[in-house]
């Protein structure tokens, strides 16, 4: 298994940066991702990278969020910036063992308790 924890959130203007972290521990995952959900909202994906280096965006991030990882310290990160006040939500990392289809939020089988990221006009 894998175990997640996720920290870095808080709360910002619109147009701030924020850049949340995910220490990993336990089995190798070769596929993590960024998701989140926002109050009334199903959770969404919202970056993903895998052990070949293949890295995806949901497109209304894309631009704005770079999700990369330090394999040395086992810690999964996603600079945010020019956030606006739709990036709102709790924002969860994701793994799942296998690298491939590092994107769909179904094949993810471990989840870190989420940090709440609060975007304001």
């Known amino acids: 298994q894998v175990h997640l924890v996720e920290s870095g959130g808080g709360s910002v203007q619109a147009g701030g940066s924020l850049r949340l972290s995910c220490q990993a521990s336990g089995n190798t995952a070769n596929c993590m991702g960024w998701f989140r959900q926002a109050p009334g909202k199903e959770r969404e994906g919202v970056a993903f990278i895998n052990s070949n280096g293949r890295i995806g965006y949901e497109d209304s991030v894309n631009g704005r969020f770079t999700i990369s990882k330090d394999n040395a310290k086992n810690t999964l990160f996603l600079q945010m910036n020019n956030l606006k006040p739709e990036d709102t939500a709790m924002y969860y990392c994701?793994?799942?063992?296998?690298?491939?289809?590092?994107?769909?939020?179904?094949?993810?089988?471990?989840w870190g308790q989420g940090t709440q990221v609060t975007v304001s006009s």
């Open positions: 994701a793994a799942r063992l296998t690298a491939a289809a590092c994107y769909w939020q179904q094949v993810f089988a471990y």
